[in-house]
């Protein structure tokens, strides 16, 4: 087995798991963020959160998004198509990051 060949197909596992694990930690953190920004951003939840400091973490979307960004390397150095795992993993995972900055800019006005 020719070297090259060997570091295409350690590439695409890599990238594959890498963007499965994006895409499956982006997808989970999305459905408990929207769920958790409608309850904080509801006028009884305003009234339920009296921590006026109340956000949602931005590390799980960052460290989902860094899992995609990693896979999407190693996708390019593999020459198959496995980079849509990692492209779904970056979209799922910006969804919850876009809703934690929005509650901090939210707060930060208030």
């Not at 060949?5 to 929207?34: C, R």
């Not at 409608?38 to 931005?58: E, R, V, Y």
């Amino acid at each position: 087995m020719e070297r090259n060949e060997l570091q295409a197909k350690l590439a695409w596992g890599f990238s594959f798991l890498l963007g499965q694990a994006s895409a499956l930690l982006g997808l989970a953190v999305a459905i408990g963020w929207l769920f958790a920004f409608a309850l904080i951003m509801s006028p009884k939840g305003m009234m339920w959160t009296t921590h006026p400091g109340l956000t949602l973490p931005m590390e799980p979307p960052l460290i989902g998004l860094l899992l995609g960004a990693f896979g999407l390397l190693l996708a390019r150095w593999s020459r198959q198509p496995v980079a849509r795992y990692s492209v779904a993993g970056l979209i799922f995972n910006a969804v919850p990051l876009v809703l934690a900055i929005i509650i901090l800019l939210v707060r930060a006005a208030t």
